[in-house]
């Protein structure tokens, strides 16, 4: 389907244009760049439903937990998108706790179920 016709028209098609080739040019793992400080917080986008408020503190919270770890690419990939979504980094949608009984943060979080994935492979072996 010709996308001109499905947005209802030139100024919209240009528009709906703009939108898909800017729509993520200041995000890092998409231009396959390397993240810089420039690429902090700020640069990300927030759901529509995320309000201002609560962006400044997410905001204030995802530099602190950058701060705290050292994190691969697909871990800040898919930190940012949760951050985006309005959730905090301190929090987890599975609810895991420490042996502390704390409940833990995003990245130790997801850490610790790759590992039990990887390890649940390394035990079931071959399907066959």
């Not at 244009?17 to 990300?44: V, W, Y």
């Not at 995003?106 to 072996?125: H, K, Q, T, V, Y």
Request: charged share 35%; hydrophobic share 30%; with cysteine.
């Amino acid at each position: 389907m010709d996308l001109k016709r499905l947005g209802r028209g030139y100024r919209n098609f240009d528009h709906l244009r703009n939108r898909f080739l800017f729509a993520a040019r200041l995000d890092p793992e998409l231009n396959d760049r390397e993240h810089t400080k420039e690429d902090g917080p700020h640069s990300l986008r927030y759901h529509n439903t995320v309000l201002k408020s609560r962006q400044r503190i997410l905001n204030a919270e995802l530099e602190s937990i950058l701060e705290k770890y050292d994190c691969s690419k697909e871990e800040l990939l898919a930190l940012r998108h949760w951050v985006a979504a309005g959730n905090s980094p301190y929090d987890y949608p599975d609810g895991l706790y420490n042996e502390a009984g704390l409940t833990c943060d995003f990245i130790p979080a997801s850490r610790i179920l790759n590992e039990a994935f990887d390890e649940i492979d390394r035990m079931g072996g071959d399907p066959e």
